[in-house]
């Protein structure tokens, strides 16, 4: 701005607790108001949509989880007083599918970028399946089974 001054309005807004905890957290970490955090938090927001192209080229996971952090953020689970009825119970289930969807979305991102960054020819959908099936389950050995569908991991060692 090309003012010596700034104007401002004053404006009310409702936050979740939790979110206030954060901007309060945040304030007192940096050395200024609530209002001045929230001003810089939300700046900073700004700044990262209108990165997110270049992020999404050279931090593609780190994109995926802000982005799966944003959708869980906006997803407030509804509410149900006493007994519920049909409509709250289908609510809750709306909302279930959208975590699920969220969640997923950022599982298929780890699943494709650790594919991409396993190494040797192998076969990539094998390699997949497996990255995806060894976050459902503690009992494979990963090295073992990276190394049946191609992975050459050489001398460096798979953790297991």
């Not at 304030?27 to 929230?38: D, E, L, T, V, Y």
């Not at 991102?109 to 997949?128: K, M, Q, V, W, Y």
Request: charged residues 20%.
């Amino acid at each position: 701005m090309s003012q010596a001054t700034t104007q401002s309005t004053s404006v009310s807004v409702r936050f979740p607790t939790e979110l206030l905890t954060v901007i309060e957290e945040y304030a007192a970490a940096h050395g200024m108001p609530r209002s001045k955090a929230i001003q810089a938090l939300t700046l900073r927001g700004f700044a990262w949509q209108a990165r997110q192209p270049e992020l999404a080229a050279s931090l593609p996971l780190e994109l995926a989880h802000v982005n799966l952090l944003h959708a869980l953020t906006a997803l407030a689970p509804p509410s149900i007083d006493g007994n519920a009825d049909v409509s709250e119970v289908q609510a809750r289930i709306d909302h279930m599918r959208a975590v699920y969807d969220a969640v997923n979305r950022y599982a298929a991102g780890i699943i494709e970028d650790t594919t991409d960054h396993l190494p040797g020819p192998f076969n990539r959908s094998a390699a997949e399946n497996i990255v995806g099936d060894l976050g459902n389950s503690d009992w494979l050995d990963i090295g073992e089974e990276l190394t049946g569908a191609g992975c050459e991991f050489g001398n460096r060692a798979a953790a297991g």
